[in-house]
C-alpha cells in the first residue's frame, strides 16, 4: 500500500490545492503537504530489505484484462534512491521558490504536485504501458510550467521540449506494443509487465540494423537519449533551462532527467542485453562526447543558467559512461552520479535563482566581486561547486571516481575521455565562481541604488540540507549504496538473461495472478 | 467508363440490344452527369447534373432487374426516384435561398469558404 | 414468405421512438399557430426522445443477443453489435448538438423546433444506416441522415457563408451518393443481391475476377471516402465545417462520422476484400495520406474550426487503419473493437471542442480564430481547463481516453502485423500535438481579454462538462468499455 501512496498522495493534494480557497494559506499548505510525502517515502525503508534483489513491496491489480495491462508498482535497490530525491526536492524547490512565484500560485502548486505523481510513478512502475502513461504524463506540467512561469522565450523553449521528447516516447510505445505481442506466446497471455517482458527472448543479429532486438533496443534507447539528454538530441534542454523559471529548472535537471538514464538501466539494458553489448560503444562514444561538448560549451557561455544547463549535459554524459560499462563499478558509479547530479545541479539552479531574484540578470559580465558583498552566498556556491567538480570529500567525487573505474575496465580510451572532462569542468565552474565572485565588483554588484543582501533564513534553509547531502553522500557513500548494492549486482551479473522477482506480499496479488491466467486467451502450457 | 459483361464482341453487338447497352448508355449518363456537376457553374444546372447521375443508376438498376430476372432492382429503382425527389426539393429550396441572398445562382460567388 | 410481423416493428422501435418524438415539437408549434414554445421546453422533447431511443436499442439489443434473430424485415435490418454502440454514439451527438444548438446564435430562435425535427431525422437516418444489412437500406439511411443535414446547415441564422457551406455539402454528398449508388449497382448485377452478407460471401470469388464487381468495390470505397473525408476526397470538409454554425459541425464530426465509419467496417472489412492485393496497399496509402494531409494542413491554421476540421481529416486517417487492420484480422471483434472505441473516444472529444468554440461565439457572424482565446484562462479556468483536456486527448497524451484509443487502435494493427502504419500514425499524432497545444499555449500563456459571449450558456457548459469527465474517466478505466464492446462485437 505505501507505494501507492507515494506514488498518488500528490494527486490528492493537488486537487485539494485546486479548491483551497485561502490563498494566503496555500504556500505553507503546499510546502507542509511535500513534508508530508517526503515523511511517507522514509516510510519504505522500514519495509526495505537491502539484502536481496528481489524486487519489494509489490502492488499489482489487473487494470485493462484484455490487454494483460497491470497496475504494478515495486521498488527495488535501483529506483528506491531515485524516488527519495524526488521526494527530497518537492519541500525544497517549494521553499525556494517562496518568492518567486506569485501570479497564477494554484496552478503552479498543483502542477508540481501533478509532476511528482508522473516522476515517482515512472521510477516506480513495473508495466510497460503504466510506465509510459507516468513517463508522458510528466510532459503536461512540466509543459505548464515552462510556457505560463518561464522566461522571455518560454513558449519556443516549452514546445520544443514537449514534441522533442515525446517523439522519442511515441516509438518507444510501439516498441512496448510489439513486445505485448511477443509476450503471448512465451507467457501464454498478452501482458505489458516488465517482469514478463524480462522473460521475452528477443533474436539478435549481430551486423543487421533491422534485426528485432536493434530496433526496439533503438526504439527504447530513442525516447531515453532525448530524456537524458544524449550528445546530438540534447538540443532541448538549454532552451528548457534557462526559460524554465528556478523551481522548474530544478525538478527538471533534478530529477526528470534522471528519468531517462533510469530508463537506460532499468529497460533498454535488461530488457535487450544482446544489442546494448553490440551498440554500448555508441552510446560510451556519444557520452564522452557529451561530456566534452557540454564542457566545452559551457566556458563561452555568457548567461549563468546557461553555462549550469550545458554542465548538465556534461554531467549525464559520465552516467552514461557509467551505466554502459557494464561492471559494478560503471553502474554503481552511474546511479550514485544520478543522485549526486540532482543535488549539486539542483543546487546551483537555486543559487542562480536566487541571485537572479535580487538583480534580475545572469549575465556573468555583469557580476563580479560578488564574495565581498554575500559572503554567506558565496560559501554555499562555493561548496556546491566542489561538488560539481567532484572534489574528494564531496558526493561528486564518490560517484566519477566510481564512473571513471568503471569505464577504465571495461574500455580504456573513453576512460582518458572522460578524465579529460573532469578537468574541463573544473575549468570552466571554478572559472565562472572566479568572473562572478572575485575580482572587481561588477555593475549590478556595485550598484548604489540596489544594494544585495545576503541569504535570508529561509533561502539558508533551502541550502543547507543540500549541503549536508553533499557531504553525507560523500563522506559516508555507504549509508546509500548499501542499499542499492544487491540490486546492482544482480543487474551486472545476470545482464545477458535479467529477470526480477518478487514475492506476492498480499492477497489480491495471488489471486491477481490467477485471474491472469484465467483471463488468458492463449494456450495454458 | 466501358463495363463489358461479355469476354468478346459478338458480330451483331449493333442490331442486338442486350444487356451491355443499358449499361454503356448508363454509364455515358452518368458520366455526362458527372461532367456536368464538376464543371458547370450555374447551381440550376449543378442540381440537373446530379438528378441525371441518379437516373442513370436507376437505368442500370432495371436492366440488371429485367436480364438477370429480380425482382430488387426495380425496387431499388422506386427508392432511389423517392428519394431523388426529395434530394432535388432540399437542393432547390437550397438554391431559393441562395438566391434571395445572393441574387444570383452563379457558384463563382461561391469563394468566401477558402484557405 | 417472410413475415413482417409485430417482432419487425420491436426491432426497429428506437427509430420509430424516434421519428414520433422528432414530431412533437413541431406539431405543439402548429398547434400554438406557428408560436415557438419555451425553447428549453423543446430542448427537453428532443432530448428525451433521443433518451428513449437509446434505451429502447439497448433494450432490443439485450433482449435479442445479437444472434440470427436479430434482423428484421427480412433481413434488411440487424441489430448487432455495432448497430448497438455506434447507435449510441450517434445518439450521444445528436444530444451534444441539441445542447450546443439551443445555445448558440446561429441556432436558437424562432426556428429552434424545425432544428429539432431535422436533427431527429438525421439521427433516426443514423440509426438506419448503422443498422443497415441490405445495400438498399444503407442508402436511404445514408440520404436521410445526408438532408436532413443540407436543411440544417442552410437554416442557419447567418446569411453568407453557410449558405455556401450548406450548398458545397449538398452538391458534393449528393454526387458522392450518386458514386455510391452506382457502385451498388454494379454489386447488384454481379452478386445478384442487394444483400451485404451474400455481397461478403461472393467477394472472395468475384474480386479477382469479375471487372464489373471491382468497379463496383471501388465505387462503393469512393462513395464512403467522400462521406467519412479521406484525403483527396477531404476537400469539402473545412470549407464545410467552418461555414456551418458550429453545433451542426460538431453533429458532423461526430455522429455523421461514426455511423459513415461503422457502415464502412461493416461492408468493406472483410479478408477477401481488404486483404486483396488491388486494395491492400490502395487503403493503406489512403490512411497514410489522409493522417499526413489532415496533420500538415491543421498546422498552418487560424480559424478555429477549420483546425478542428482538418484535425478530424487526420483522425479519420487514424481510424481508416483501425478499419484495415478489422478487415485483415482474424479476431474481428477485437480489431472491430479497437476501431468504435476509438469512434466513442473521437465523438466524446470532438463534441468538448467544438462546444467550447461555442462558448466565445457572440452572434452568428462571429468567426473564432486561434487567436481569439488569449488569455482565456484567467477569467474562465474550468472552461480552459476542460479545453487543454480535449485538446490533450486529441492529441493522445496519457491518460486521457484519446490515448488509450490510438493504443487500442494501434495495438489490433501492430497485432496484425501492419507495423509501418502504426508508426506513421504515431508519428502523426506528435506532429498534431503541435495544433493541439497552440490553443492551450494562446489561453494560458498569452495575455489578452478573451471573454465569453455573454449568454447563458448552462446547456453548452452541461455539454461541456459530461464530456469532459467521461474523457478523463474513460481514460482512466477504460478496460471495462473495451471488454463490453467486444463481447458485443
Known amino acids: 500500500m505505501i507505494l501507492s501512496a507515494v506514488v498518488f498522495l500528490p494527486i490528492v493534494f493537488a486537487l485539494v490545492i485546486a479548491f483551497w480557497p485561502n490563498k494566503s494559506t496555500l504556500k505553507p499548505l503546499a510546502f507542509g503537504f511535500a513534508i508530508i510525502e517526503f515523511l511517507l517515502s522514509l516510510g519504505i525503508f522500514k519495509y526495505f530489505d537491502p539484502a536481496t534483489a528481489n524486487l519489494q513491496m509489490v502492488e499489482q491489480y489487473v487494470w485493462i484484462e484484455r490487454f494483460g495491462i497491470s497496475y504494478f508498482l515495486g521498488i527495488d535497490g535501483i529506483s528506491l534512491w531515485l524516488v527519495l530525491l524526488t521526494t527530497f526536492l518537492t519541500p525544497i524547490v517549494l521553499l525556494g521558490s517562496w518568492t518567486s512565484i506569485d501570479q497564477k500560485l494554484k496552478g503552479f502548486l498543483a502542477s508540481v504536485f501533478v509532476l511528482q505523481t508522473a516522476m515517482i510513478g515512472t521510477f516506480l512502475a513495473m508495466d510497460a504501458i503504466f510506465f509510459y502513461l507516468f513517463w508522458e504524463l510528466s510532459l503536461v506540467p512540466m509543459y505548464f510550467m515552462i510556457g505560463i512561469w518561464g522566461g522571455q522565450r518560454r513558449i519556443y523553449a516549452t514546445i520544443k521540449f514537449f514534441i522533442y521528447t515525446m517523439i522519442g516516447s511515441v516509438l518507444m510505445l510501439v516498441a512496448i506494443i510489439y513486445m505485448m505481442f511477443l509476450t503471448k506466446d512465451v507467457v501464454g497471455h498478452m501482458s505489458a509487465s516488465l517482469l514478463d517482458f524480462y522473460k521475452l527472448n528477443i533474436p539478435f543479429v549481430g551486423g543487421q540494423f533491422f534485426s528485432l532486438q536493434t530496433l526496439l533496443f533503438f526504439a527504447f534507447a530513442l525516447a531515453f537519449a532525448i530524456k537524458v539528454p544524449v550528445f546530438p538530441f540534447h538540443t532541448w534542454l538549454p532552451d528548457a533551462h534557462v526559460e524554465a523559471p528556478t523551481p522548474g529548472s530544478v525538478i527538471l535537471a533534478g530529477v526528470m532527467l534522471k528519468m531517462g538514464t533510469y530508463g537506460l538501466m532499468r529497460w533498454t539494458i535488461p530488457l535487450f542485453p544482446e544489442a546494448a553489448d553490440y551498440w554500448g560503444w555508441l552510446f560510451m562514444l556519444v557520452g564522452a562526447i557529451g561530456i566534452v561538448y557540454g564542457a566545452l ?87 556546491i561547486t566542489l561538488s560539481s567538480i567532484a572534489v574528494p570529500m564531496t558526493n561528486g567525487f564518490v560517484g566519477e571516481f566510481l564512473i571513471l573505474l568503471g569505464t577504465y575496465k571495461a574500455d580504456k580510451p573513453f576512460a582518458f575521455i572522460a578524465v579529460t572532462g573532469v578537468v574541463l569542468g573544473a575549468v570552466y565552474m571554478l572559472w565562472m565562481f572566479k568572473k562572478v565572485f572575485f575580482g572587481e565588483k561588477g555593475e549590478l554588484v556595485a550598484d548604489e541604488h540596489h544594494p544585495l543582501h545576503d541569504l535570508n533564513s529561509r533561502e539558508i534553509a533551502v541550502l ?31 545482464k545477458n538473461n535479467y529477470e526480477l522477482t518478487y514475492q506476492p506480499t498480499n492477497q489480491s496479488s495471488i489471486t491477481e495472478t490467477q485471474s491472469l491466467q484465467v483471463g488468458s486467451t492463449g494456450v495454458r502450457q | 467508363m466501358r463495363a463489358r459483361k461479355v469476354a468478346h464482341m459478338p458480330s451483331n453487338f449493333i442490331l442486338e440490344v442486350g444487356l451491355p447497352h443499358y449499361l454503356v448508355l448508363s454509364s455515358l449518363l452518368f458520366v455526362t452527369g458527372m461532367a456536368g456537376v464538376l464543371l458547370r457553374r450555374n447551381a440550376i444546372v449543378m442540381m440537373m447534373s446530379i438528378e441525371l447521375m441518379l437516373n442513370a443508376v436507376n437505368l442500370s ?18 427508392f432511389v426516384m423517392t428519394i431523388a425527389a426529395a434530394e432535388a426539393a432540399v437542393g432547390l429550396a437550397l438554391v431559393v435561398a441562395i438566391f434571395k441572398r445572393f441574387k444570383e445562382v452563379n457558384i463563382r460567388f461561391f469563394e468566401h469558404l477558402k484557405g | 414468405m417472410t413475415n413482417i410481423g409485430m417482432a419487425d416493428v420491436f426491432r426497429i422501435s428506437p427509430m420509430i421512438i424516434l421519428f414520433l418524438s422528432s414530431l412533437i415539437p413541431i406539431t405543439i408549434k402548429v398547434i400554438r399557430g406557428n408560436n415557438e414554445q419555451a425553447p428549453a421546453a423543446t430542448l427537453f422533447q428532443g432530448l428525451g426522445g433521443l433518451f428513449a431511443s437509446a434505451i429502447l436499442l439497448a433494450t432490443v439489443y439485450t433482449l435479442l443477443g445479437g444472434g440470427a434473430q436479430s434482423t428484421a424485415f427480412a433481413r434488411a435490418i440487424v441489430i448487432d453489435g455495432i448497430t448497438l454502440w455506434v447507435g449510441l454514439i450517434a445518439l450521444m451527438g445528436a444530444a451534444g448538438a441539441l445542447l450546443l444548438m439551443h445555445d448558440n446564435p446561429a441556432t436558437n430562435g424562432d426556428q429552434f423546433s424545425e432544428l429539432v425535427f431535422l436533427t431527429l431525422s438525421s439521427a433516426l437516418g443514423m440509426l438506419l444506416l448503422v443498422s443497415a444489412y441490405d445495400l438498399l437500406v444503407v442508402f436511404i439511411g445514408l440520404e436521410t441522415m445526408s438532408l436532413a443535414l443540407y436543411v440544417m446547415i442552410g437554416m ?49 470469388n468475384l474480386i479477382g475476377t469479375n471487372r464489373l464487381f471491382m468497379i463496383g468495390i471501388i465505387l462503393v470505397v469512393l462513395g464512403f471516402c467522400f462521406k467519412i473525408s479521406i484525403a483527396p476526397f477531404h476537400a469539402w470538409t473545412p470549407d464545410v465545417y467552418q461555414g456551418a454554425p458550429t453545433p451542426h459541425s460538431a453533429f458532423m464530426a461526430t455522429a455523421v462520422k461514426a455511423v459513415s465509419f461503422a457502415a ?74 479497437g476501431v468504435v472505441f476509438y469512434l466513442a473516444a473521437y465523438s466524446l472529444m470532438t463534441l468538448g471542442a467544438f462546444a467550447i468554440i461555442c462558448l466565445m461565439e457572440k452572434d452568428e457572424n462571429t468567426s473564432i480564430q486561434i487567436d481569439d482565446m488569449a488569455g482565456y484562462a484567467k ?111
Not at chain 1, 548499501?482 to 540490486?487: F, I, R
Not at chain 3, 479519420?316 to 472491430?336: C, E, P, W
Open chain 3, 379 to 489: 477569467r474562465h479556468p474550468l472552461m480552459a481547463f476542460c479545453l487543454t483536456l480535449f485538446m490533450l486527448s486529441l492529441a493522445g497524451v496519457p491518460p486521457t481516453v484519446g490515448f488509450f484509443g490510438k493504443f487500442y487502435l494501434f495495438s489490433s494493427a501492430i497485432g496484425e502485423g501492419l507495423i509501418w502504419l502504426a508508426v506513421w500514425g504515431v508519428l502523426n499524432s506528435v506532429i498534431s500535438v503541435y495544433y493541439y497545444l497552440r490553443p492551450i499555449v494562446v489561453m494560458y500563456m498569452k495575455e489578452g481579454d478573451a471573454e465569453e459571449a455573454a449568454l447563458d450558456f448552462s446547456a453548452t457548459k452541461t455539454a461541456i462538462l459530461i464530456s469532459a469527465f467521461f474523457v478523463l474517466v474513460l481514460g482512466i478505466i477504460s478496460g471495462p468499455l473495451f471488454a463490453l464492446v467486444e463481447k458485443a462485437l
Open chain 3, 264 to 337: 464502412f467496417l461493416r461492408i468493406i472489412s472483410t479478408k477477401s476484400l481488404v486483404g486483396s492485393e488491388s486494395l491492400f496497399d490502395f487503403l493503406q496509402w489512403l490512411a497514410v495520406f489522409t493522417m499526413i494531409v489532415g496533420n500538415v494542413a491543421a498546422l498552418i491554421q487560424n480559424n478555429f474550426k477549420r483546425m478542428l476540421a482538418y484535425s478530424s481529416i487526420s483522425h479519420s486517417g487514424y481510424m481508416l487503419v483501425g478499419v484495415i487492420t478489422a478487415g485483415i484480422s482474424d479476431k474481428t471483434s477485437f480489431a472491430n473493437s
Open chain 1, 464 to 494: 543547507v540540507p543540500m549541503i549536508i547531502m553533499v557531504f553525507w553522500m560523500g563522506l559516508f557513500p555507504n549509508h546509500f549504496l548499501d542499499y542499492t548494492k544487491a540490486s546492482i549486482d544482480h543487474l551486472v551479473n545476470n
Open chain 2, 61 to 78: 438498376f432495371v436492366a440488371f432487374s429485367r436480364y438477370l430476372g429480380l425482382l430488387e432492382g426495380q425496387v431499388m429503382v422506386f
Open chain 1, 297 to 383: 560549451v559551457a566556458m563561452v557561455q555568457p548567461d549563468i543558467k546557461k553555462l549550469v544547463a550545458y554542465s548538465s549535459v556534461s554531467h549525464m554524459g559520465y552516467i552514461l559512461l557509467g551505466l554502459f560499462a557494464f561492471n559494478q563499478f560503471g553502474a554503481t558509479g552511474g546511479l550514485y552520479q544520478m543522485l549526486n547530479h540532482g543535488i549539486s545541479t539542483g543546487a546551483l539552479f537555486l543559487l542562480v535563482g536566487m541571485i537572479y531574484e535580487r538583480t534580475h540578470s545572469r549575465e556573468i559580465s555583469k557580476y563580479g566581486g560578488l564574495a565581498g558583498v554575500l559572503p554567506i552566498f558565496t560559501i554555499c556556491f562555493f561548496i
Open chain 3, 156 to 204: 442557419s441564422h447567418e446569411q453568407k457563408l453557410s449558405k455556401e457551406s450548406a450548398f458545397k455539402y449538398f452538391v458534393l454528398g449528393s454526387f458522392a451518393s450518386a458514386l455510391f449508388l452506382y457502385g451498388i449497382s454494379f454489386l447488384f448485377g454481379t452478386v445478384q443481391s442487394t444483400y451485404i452478407p451474400d455481397i461478403i460471401q461472393q467477394t472472395a
